[in-house]
């Protein structure tokens, strides 16, 4: 499973780094996603790595402020999140995929509880 953290309370142009965690399985063989659900919204994607670490992906909204990188030896992704804006508050998830990156949210399990950020002065 993926358990994310590291949410909390950000003033706007603040920064956060959350954290998914993984457990249980072959973590250097997956594609890991970052998906955030805004309150009334639908989810949405944020950000994908492969498992080899090499490109990533961006949704246009958050290119050059987020960052998505992995630690395959603590078997973590992080999400490194800077200029953040009102607009970026959501529960944000991790999810995995065993195959190359897709922004399809159904091709991607082991879902855990997200990680509330909040961006607000």
């Known amino acids: 499973q993926l358990q994310a953290s590291g949410g909390g309370l950000v003033q706007p142009g603040g920064s956060l780094r959350l954290s998914c965690a993984a457990s249980?399985?072959?973590?250097?063989?997956?594609?890991v996603g970052w998906f955030r659900q805004a309150p009334g919204k639908e989810r949405e994607g944020v950000a994908i790595?492969?498992?080899?670490?090499?490109?990533?992906y961006y949704a246009d909204s958050v290119k050059g402020r987020f960052t998505i990188s992995r630690d395959n030896v603590k078997k973590t992704v992080y999400l490194q999140m800077n200029s953040l804006k009102p607009e970026d508050t959501a529960v944000y998830y991790c999810?995995?995929?065993?195959?190359?990156?897709?922004?399809?949210?159904?091709?991607?399990?082991?879902w855990g509880q997200g990680t509330l950020v909040t961006v607000s002065s």
């Open positions: 999810a995995r995929r065993f195959g190359g990156p897709v922004w399809r949210q159904e091709l991607y399990n082991g």
């Open positions: 249980g399985f072959t973590f250097d063989g997956y594609t």
């Open positions: 790595i492969p498992r080899s670490g090499g490109s990533t």
